[in-house]
């Protein structure tokens, strides 16, 4: 995430519950916007890492997906000798495509609708960009310009609007927002007991502004600036001696909190 000038709003998996929550996202995406009706994530072990499921399944869907399940052994033996790219089986219940995400995991694609032969090009494209995406979140690979050059511009941009969605979803459960909130929390706390209340959000506001972003998304150094800019005003408005006092107090506070979340 960027915080110099405009914030740019993208965020990348610091924990394995936000990790979980982006690869999920992929999933329900390439599952909406292609028409499957069942997309999983799995181990050649059997395992189900992920899966993108409609809430309610009809007969078909619950047929296909069962008749996945009792033949997870075996695809899964497949897979352990064979490192797969592609695989697409047809059944009467519907579809079945298979799609390597790097030696030890794979996904798989299920459709009742009629799967279309003559037209699978487009399909596989995108069963095939999906493992990629997939493969590139799991081994916590940075989305960035420089990390993503060498893939299809598809998958390019599909990692950046995944990671542009995760920080509008999941940037409030971050370290970093929750430093920024405690350390706002604190210094609106302290400068509320020495200035009346239009002061201290005339002298909050204006701190911010200068500083050019706001509370949730401040590095270490625009803290350091912030504070700076507060106890200027504070000095102009109630003197030196407070002003001291207040930064005597407040910056090895701001600074234990900094560190605190580190």
Request: proline share 2%.
């Amino acid at each position: 995430m960027s915080y110099h000038g405009r914030v740019e709003k993208t965020m990348e998996a610091e924990s394995t519950g936000l990790l979980s929550h982006l690869i999920q996202t992929a999933l329900d995406r390439v599952r909406e916007e292609n028409k499957f009706d069942i997309v999983m994530f799995l181990g050649i072990d059997g395992r189900i890492f992920c899966s993108s499921i409609p809430n309610l399944l009809d007969s078909a869907q619950y047929q296909l997906l069962n008749m996945v399940k009792e033949n997870l052994p075996h695809i899964c033996s497949q897979l352990a000798t064979k490192n797969l790219l592609l695989s697409m089986q047809r059944y009467e219940t519907g579809s079945m495509i298979i799609s390597g995400v790097g030696d030890k995991a794979f996904l798989v694609f299920l459709m009742t609708s009629e799967l279309d032969v003559a037209n699978l090009g487009p399909i596989a494209k995108k069963v095939l960009n999906t493992s990629v995406v997939v493969h590139h979140l799991m081994e916590l690979k940075p989305i960035t310009i420089e990390a993503t050059k060498s893939y299809d511009e598809e998958v390019s941009t599909e990692l950046r609007k995944l990671s542009r969605l995760l920080f509008v979803e999941k940037f409030d459960s971050t370290r970093q927002y929750r430093k920024n909130m405690e350390v706002h929390k604190y210094l609106r706390e302290e400068l509320g007991q020495v200035l009346e209340r239009g002061l201290l959000d005339e002298v909050i506001t204006m701190a911010y502004n200068e500083v050019g972003t706001s509370a949730a998304y401040m590095n270490d150094r625009q803290w350091e600036s912030l504070l700076g800019l507060i106890l200027e005003e504070v000095r102009k408005l109630c003197g030196d001696v407070v002003a001291d006092r207040c930064s005597k107090k407040w910056k090895p506070e701001v600074e234990r909190l900094l560190r605190s979340f580190v």
